[in-house]
């Protein structure tokens, strides 16, 4: 079985998915990390080097290889990753898809103290930061709203998000 944590950048998805592969003993992969390992950059770089477009591609060719496996795995999504191609599709036939749904104000919070690690936020001031995520969150609500099971992650503890997701499995 394999377990797709989906969310916008900032949802606690890394986080989540960490405690979550350890709490039921399931292989952890964050599908960013995978990309960087692979290309030998990190995420920044190929961005900055290749090109949005280019990383989409290896995205979606890291994606289809580890959904093909079938092993017990908690994969960690990267935020846009539901919202290109037919991704969202093929999450929810080969995984069980779990959005962490998160406010605004609470990732732009998170979002304020990790702009350098973070290409597509790097250069809007803290002042425009809720507006974007608002933005971008409304375009890419609809492929997040396809996941078979959504939880709300405002003022939770991460146990209590993840006694939420194992409820909703039946783990």
Do not use: W
């Amino acid at each position: 079985m394999i377990i797709s944590l989906l969310g916008y950048m900032g949802s606690g998805k890394s986080h989540i998915s960490k405690i979550l592969s350890d709490e039921i003993n399931f292989k952890l992969i964050d599908l960013d990390k995978e990309v960087s390992r692979r290309q030998k950059l990190t995420v920044s770089e190929i961005f900055e080097k290749k090109g949005e477009i280019y990383f989409r591609k290896q995205e979606r060719q890291v994606l289809e290889e580890i959904l093909a496996t079938q092993e017990n795995t908690v994969l960690s999504l990267g935020g846009g990753t539901p919202a290109y191609y037919n991704n969202m599709e093929i999450i929810n036939h080969n995984s069980i898809s779990v959005f962490l749904m998160t406010s605004v104000l609470v990732l732009a919070d998170r979002l304020s103290r990790q702009k350098e690690k973070r290409p597509l936020i790097a250069k809007i001031s803290d002042e425009d930061l809720p507006e974007f995520i608002a933005k971008h969150l409304f375009e890419r609500n609809a492929f997040y709203s396809k996941a078979q099971f959504s939880i709300r992650t405002d003022q939770k503890t991460p146990e209590n998000i993840i006694r939420e997701i194992i409820e909703k499995l039946y783990l």
